[in-house]
């Protein structure tokens, strides 16, 4: 397809026909940003323009004489998107010498799904995805944030502003786009358009999601959220951007640098150049598989989450403040006749003193009896009967790891406490209890 002139379309307008015929109709000059295959205009042109229709989204614009193969034809149309209109023929100019830097570069992607943002930062919404060999125009250079390589680096590169061949402006980082000048290379109609360039929607919906580890649907689904592990955000990240994808994992990370994705069956694709490939099995379920350095070949999964990644947190952080002041409530102060005294503190924090009968049996010596209370364990079903939940005691001290867990329950007199070993913990879930476990009972110091 080229942009020749439509002039059916554009007589059809009678209301411009005057225009067309006419040096006195012309609304102004503006510059080409896209080059012109026939006839043969050169992006960076300065060019008259006659009619701008914001129904049909084109231009009609004035053919340079001497690149007119058809004398009787002086005018063509092209899209909106082409020509940068500036009214003033000294004005135009004046942007046209500012343009001749990138007057003639043009960029190809070399790599699926490459983004085009909205800003230039690598954390700005994509408003274009760009297919592998696409042609795009460059149209400045402008400062932004680099995206950060895998090694924590920046990348090298510079931002650009940039127009797509439909139309589509934004800012790509030159990491994965090779710029050319078309005076070293012809730019077909083809390339402009794209016409015969198939999209992958199933790939295109892989780099729009965000693609966590499997356990974190499988704590959604018990209710039994690690924030901790949350906020690691454990995942498979594909790397459209960079070219590198990433495995993250609690006991696994790896990163594969490839040259292109290719498709390799129904909704499989390949990571030319790695080991690595993966496969859609549902819309939120992806399969990857690799070879780890043993030879051999290991797959894993990875999921979209039914919500938001911080509203989990945000819930979680809610339901375990809730638990906390669940205790506050009732006391805030608790005392033992042997075991001294415990205070919950509003914050989170709490203070326990005169637990000298539990020093060294369960306390060393330098505890402090001041830290943190954090409602990050749970209990098995089967404790459910006896205990409202678990936590853990986290000592302010030299001791780094100073940290004791606890079930409770909650009565009308005050609070009982059973020391945990990490031993019967699994998966943050309290599953067993001690042969003789060491249980503790306070008083509420001020009963209702």
Not at 52 to 76: A, C, F, M, T, Y
Not at 240 to 257: H, K, N
Request: aromatic share 12%; with cysteine; glycine share 6%.
């Amino acid at each position: 397809m080229t942009y020749r002139n439509k002039l059916v379309s554009i007589f059809f307008i009678l209301s411009f026909a005057s225009l067309l015929s006419s040096c006195s109709g012309k609304m102004g000059y503006g510059v080409l940003l896209w080059s012109i295959e026939d006839p043969p205009i050169m992006s960076g042109t300065v060019l008259p323009v006659y009619i701008r229709s914001n129904i049909e989204q084109i231009w009609v614009i004035g053919i340079p004489e001497e690149l007119r193969s058809d004398k009787s034809i002086d005018k063509i149309e092209i899209p909106l998107s082409q020509l940068e209109f500036h009214g003033k023929r000294r004005r135009t100019e004046t942007r046209a010498a500012d343009f001749a830097e990138f007057a003639h570069i043009y960029a190809e992607n070399l790599q699926d799904g490459l983004p085009i943002r909205e800003s230039p930062d690598n954390s700005a919404r994509r408003v274009y995805r760009l297919r592998a060999g696409e042609i795009i125009k460059i149209l400045e250079r402008v400062q932004g944030n680099p995206p950060i390589s895998t090694t924590g680096e920046p990348l090298p590169g510079e931002w650009f502003k940039v127009l797509t061949s439909d139309g589509s402006t934004g800012f790509c980082f030159s990491f994965r786009l090779r710029l050319f000048d078309q005076n070293d290379r012809n730019i077909t109609a083809q390339e402009q358009i794209q016409g015969d360039t198939v999209r992958d929607p199933n790939l295109e919906m892989i780099f729009s999601n965000t693609w966590f580890a499997e356990f974190y649907l499988q704590m959604i689904n018990s209710s039994r959220i690690n924030i901790q592990s949350f906020e690691r955000r454990y995942r498979f990240e594909p790397g459209q951007d960079t070219g590198v994808a990433r495995i993250l994992l609690p006991d696994l990370e790896r990163q594969f640098s490839y040259e292109r994705i290719i498709l390799e069956g129904e909704r499989s694709w390949r990571f030319e150049g790695t080991s690595l490939s993966m496969s859609l099995l549902q819309n939120n379920l992806l399969s990857v598989q690799f070879t780890d350095n043993t030879g051999l070949r290991r797959t894993l999964s990875f999921v979209v989450l039914p919500t938001d990644i911080n509203n989990i947190i945000m819930q979680e952080a809610a339901r375990r403040e809730e638990l906390f002041l669940s205790v506050f409530n009732q006391g805030p102060t608790f005392t033992s006749s042997n075991f001294g005294t415990l205070t919950f503190i509003s914050t989170g924090d709490f203070a326990w003193t005169g637990f000298d009968l539990l020093v060294p049996q369960l306390f060393p010596e330098e505890t402090s009896g001041v830290g943190r209370i954090n409602m990050d364990l749970f209990i098995a079903p089967f404790f459910e009967d006896s205990y409202d939940g678990a936590f853990t005691m986290q000592f302010t001290d030299i001791r780094t790891n100073n940290i004791f867990c606890f079930m409770y329950a909650i009565d009308s007199q005050g609070l009982r406490l059973e020391i945990v070993s990490g031993s019967d913990i699994e998966d943050f879930t309290v599953m067993r209890r001690s042969s003789s476990p060491m249980v503790i009972y306070f008083y509420r110091d001020s009963p209702f």
